[in-house]
């Protein structure tokens, strides 16, 4: 499956923007869907997950509360809909997909087994 990732810009705190994952060559539905972010000089960290359904999600406590995941199977993509944006937040968010459907370790991005290119989030204060 090819994962591209789009919607990231430049905003201001307290804005908010969605990030969109649409995938390719393969359907969605059959993944785990998560979402990480890397800021620059650091580690990859996990962001949020949904189940292949969409009947459990999964986040970080970073961004609990402010962060929805969702997702359309018919359509084959993903979302991210990111609120109160905080300059904190600002990384490359990638999008990925897991195929091992283990959801004890969802936040393991060893896990992923396909990523998309990142889109660039950047939140001015």
């Known amino acids: 499956v090819q994962l591209q990732a789009s919607g990231g810009g430049l905003v201001q705190a307290g804005d908010s923007l969605r990030l969109s994952c649409a995938a390719s060559?393969?359907?969605?539905?059959?993944?785990?869907m998560g979402w990480f972010r890397q800021a620059p000089g650091k580690e990859r960290d996990f962001v949020s997950a949904?189940?292949?359904?969409?009947?459990?999600?999964s986040y970080a406590d970073s961004v609990k509360g402010r962060f929805t995941i969702s997702r359309d199977n018919a359509k084959n993509t993903l979302y991210l809909q990111m609120n109160n944006l905080k300059p904190e937040d600002t990384a490359v968010y990638y999008c990925?997909?897991?195929?091992?459907?283990?959801?004890?370790?969802?936040?393991?991005?060893?896990?992923?087994?396909?990523w998309g290119q990142g889109t660039q989030v950047t939140v001015s204060s």
């Open positions: 949904i189940r292949r359904s969409g009947g459990s999600t």
């Open positions: 060559g393969r359907s969605l539905s059959i993944y785990t």
């Open positions: 990925a997909a897991d195929s091992s459907l283990i959801w004890s370790s969802v936040r393991t991005k060893e896990q992923y087994d396909y």
